[in-house]
């Protein structure tokens, strides 16, 4: 019998290996509260039999948890940093980039990468890694359509060049596509991918507690090379970064100094 909500965190872990202890709680709980209200439901235990019951709900309620917001190029002047100073700085030491777009959530921000890469690389040499929990999405980020609002932030010469108007939505090309390695990964309780030279990973973070943003900075520092970048969101800003052994190389954009 689930009678509150520290039940229910457990019930949501055995039945969907998400770790809601990990989340700040004030705010995932009135995300959840909302939901179930929406719904009908009128407590957490005839919610959560009724997820192990309805495929439909339990998608519904897997998309929720993970907050999919995304848009390409979000926060413009912050890809302005990237594209003048960071790529630059990485490609004077490799011209070969191992790249992680962490929570990617439906492509945009991936896709943003290999397009702005696109202007110092061919595209046969640009390859990014793009993981998110949610698998539904992942399936959405392949198909890779997407509405007007969200490539609002997309240059013009990259509109044209890399998107096809299909009915109201644009559809990105496939040659850009090719680029992107999507993988359903839990950044809680997976390995991370290594050496890499770049991880992206933003507005995610602000989602958990400190206890579980610890444990993925240091894995990000685990996870990348000597001299790598972690690209953090608007505000994620880390505070006394070396303690995980990084480095503020720009606002948003954090150096590996040394392994933890």
Request: one cysteine or more; hydrophobic letters at 35%; glycine letters at 4%.
């Amino acid at each position: 019998m689930i009678q509150n909500y520290e039940d229910f965190k457990d019930a949501i872990l055995n039945l969907t290996g998400i770790n809601l202890h990990s989340y700040k709680e004030r705010q995932m709980k009135r995300r959840i509260d909302s939901l179930i209200k929406k719904n009908s439901y009128l407590d957490y235990n005839s919610y959560v039999s009724a997820l192990k019951q309805e495929s439909q709900l339990y998608n519904e309620f897997i998309n929720y948890l993970t907050i999919n917001v995304s848009e390409f190029f979000r926060n413009p002047s912050q890809w302005d940093v990237l594209e003048k100073e960071i790529i630059p700085y990485l490609l004077s030491h490799s011209s070969h980039l191992k790249i992680w777009s962490a929570a990617c959530s439906t492509g945009d921000e991936p896709y943003s990468l290999v397009m702005l890469l696109s202007k110092f690389l061919p595209l046969s040499q640009i390859k990014i890694l793009a993981t998110d929990i949610d698998k539904d999405i992942l399936e959405k980020a392949q198909i890779g359509l997407y509405n007007e609002k969200s490539i609002a932030s997309v240059p013009n010469f990259f509109k044209e060049k890399y998107f096809e108007k299909t009915g109201e939505s644009f559809k990105i090309k496939d040659e850009i596509k090719k680029c992107v390695n999507f993988q359903s990964h839990d950044l809680l309780k997976e390995s991370y991918p290594m050496q890499c030279d770049l991880i992206v990973c933003r507005n995610v973070l602000i989602y958990f507690t400190e206890e579980a943003k610890i444990q993925i900075y240091k894995k990000f520092n685990q996870a990348l090379k000597p001299g790598g970048i972690l690209f953090v969101g608007s505000t994620e800003q880390i505070i006394m970064s070396h303690r995980y052994g990084f480095s503020p190389m720009k606002t948003f954009f954090y150096k590996k100094m040394t392994t933890i």
